[in-house]
Protein backbone atom coordinates (compact mmCIF):
# COMPACT_ATOMS: atom_id res chain seq x y z
CA UNK A 1 0.00 0.00 0.00
CA UNK A 2 1.38 3.47 -0.90
CA UNK A 3 0.73 6.54 0.66
CA UNK A 4 0.33 10.50 -0.90
CA UNK A 5 3.51 10.88 0.24
CA UNK A 6 5.29 7.86 -0.28
CA UNK A 7 6.50 6.70 -4.29
CA UNK A 8 7.11 2.93 -4.99
CA UNK A 9 8.73 1.13 -7.27
CA UNK A 10 9.42 -2.48 -7.40
CA UNK A 11 13.15 -2.49 -6.22
CA UNK A 12 12.08 -0.02 -3.15
CA UNK A 13 10.17 2.16 -1.22
CA UNK A 14 10.89 5.92 -0.32
CA UNK A 15 8.79 7.82 1.62
CA UNK A 16 8.72 11.35 1.15
CA UNK A 17 8.62 13.78 4.55
CA UNK A 18 5.37 15.71 4.28
CA UNK A 19 5.20 19.56 4.75
CA UNK A 20 2.81 22.12 6.58
CA UNK A 21 1.10 23.77 4.00
CA UNK A 22 1.52 27.41 4.61
CA UNK A 23 -0.34 30.88 3.11
CA UNK A 24 1.67 33.49 2.25
CA UNK A 25 1.07 36.35 3.78
CA UNK A 26 -1.52 35.03 6.14
CA UNK A 27 0.92 32.63 8.43
CA UNK A 28 4.04 32.66 6.00
CA UNK A 29 5.98 35.87 5.12
CA UNK A 30 9.21 36.07 2.94
CA UNK A 31 11.27 39.62 3.66
CA UNK A 32 14.58 41.44 2.61
CA UNK A 33 17.44 39.95 4.92
CA UNK A 34 17.85 41.07 8.09
CA UNK A 35 14.98 43.88 7.64
CA UNK A 36 12.78 42.77 10.16
CA UNK A 37 13.10 41.55 13.33
CA UNK A 38 9.57 40.04 14.29
CA UNK A 39 6.10 39.32 12.32
CA UNK A 40 3.04 38.28 13.75
CA UNK A 41 1.00 35.76 12.25
CA UNK A 42 -2.30 37.44 10.85
CA UNK A 43 -4.43 34.49 12.13
CA UNK A 44 -3.38 33.24 15.34
CA UNK A 45 -0.91 36.55 16.59
CA UNK A 46 1.57 34.33 17.74
CA UNK A 47 5.53 35.41 16.73
CA UNK A 48 6.69 33.49 13.77
CA UNK A 49 9.47 31.66 13.84
CA UNK A 50 12.14 32.82 11.15
CA UNK A 51 14.74 31.08 8.76
CA UNK A 52 17.07 33.85 7.64
CA UNK A 53 19.14 34.55 4.66
CA UNK A 54 17.45 31.72 2.83
CA UNK A 55 18.44 31.52 -1.05
CA UNK A 56 15.93 30.21 -3.73
CA UNK A 57 12.66 31.38 -5.77
CA UNK A 58 10.09 33.35 -3.77
CA UNK A 59 6.78 32.40 -5.80
CA UNK A 60 5.70 29.91 -8.28
CA UNK A 61 6.55 32.38 -11.46
CA UNK A 62 10.55 32.62 -10.38
CA UNK A 63 10.42 28.82 -9.75
CA UNK A 64 9.46 28.31 -12.76
CA UNK A 65 11.81 30.93 -14.56
CA UNK A 66 14.90 29.70 -12.36
CA UNK A 67 14.85 33.01 -10.64
CA UNK A 68 16.27 32.84 -7.35
CA UNK A 69 16.99 35.93 -4.68
CA UNK A 70 17.84 36.04 -0.82
CA UNK A 71 15.30 36.34 1.93
CA UNK A 72 14.33 35.80 5.13
CA UNK A 73 11.42 33.26 5.56
CA UNK A 74 8.96 33.76 8.51
CA UNK A 75 6.38 30.92 9.82
CA UNK A 76 3.89 29.87 12.45
CA UNK A 77 4.78 27.42 14.52
CA UNK A 78 1.13 26.71 14.54
CA UNK A 79 0.61 26.40 11.04
CA UNK A 80 -1.06 22.81 10.10
CA UNK A 81 -2.86 22.47 13.37
CA UNK A 82 -6.79 21.58 12.74
CA UNK A 83 -7.62 24.33 14.83
CA UNK A 84 -5.17 27.13 12.91
CA UNK A 85 -6.15 26.14 9.34
CA UNK A 86 -10.14 26.57 10.13
CA UNK A 87 -9.15 29.59 11.53
CA UNK A 88 -7.01 30.51 8.37
CA UNK A 89 -10.05 29.74 6.45
CA UNK A 90 -12.48 31.83 8.50
CA UNK A 91 -10.01 35.03 8.56
CA UNK A 92 -9.92 34.42 4.55
CA UNK A 93 -13.91 34.24 4.34
CA UNK A 94 -14.14 37.41 6.50
CA UNK A 95 -11.69 39.38 3.99
CA UNK A 96 -14.00 38.23 1.16
CA UNK A 97 -17.55 39.23 2.32
CA UNK A 98 -18.75 42.80 2.53
CA UNK A 99 -21.64 41.93 4.58
CA UNK A 100 -20.93 43.16 7.88
CA UNK A 101 -23.50 41.31 9.37
CA UNK A 102 -21.78 37.75 8.15
CA UNK A 103 -18.51 39.07 9.35
CA UNK A 104 -19.56 39.89 12.75
CA UNK A 105 -21.11 35.60 12.70
CA UNK A 106 -17.26 35.06 11.00
CA UNK A 107 -15.48 37.03 13.80
CA UNK A 108 -17.20 34.75 16.35
CA UNK A 109 -16.46 31.45 15.08
CA UNK A 110 -12.82 32.89 14.92
CA UNK A 111 -12.80 33.89 18.13
CA UNK A 112 -14.12 30.17 19.65
CA UNK A 113 -11.98 28.57 17.03
CA UNK A 114 -8.45 30.72 18.42
CA UNK A 115 -9.99 30.16 21.74
CA UNK A 116 -9.51 26.34 21.25
CA UNK A 117 -6.10 26.76 19.72
CA UNK A 118 -5.20 28.46 23.18
CA UNK A 119 -6.27 25.46 24.91
CA UNK A 120 -4.28 22.95 23.41
Avoid at 1 to 30: N, P, R, V, W
Avoid at 57 to 68: D, F, M, N, R, Y
Amino acid sequence: MSYHHQKETHETSTTYECHTIYAKGYDAFLTRPNTVEEVRCKVCGRACLVKRNQFGPTGAIAAVIGSKSLYDYFYCPEAGKEWHSQSLKLVQERENTSSQGIKKLITQDLDRALKQGEAS
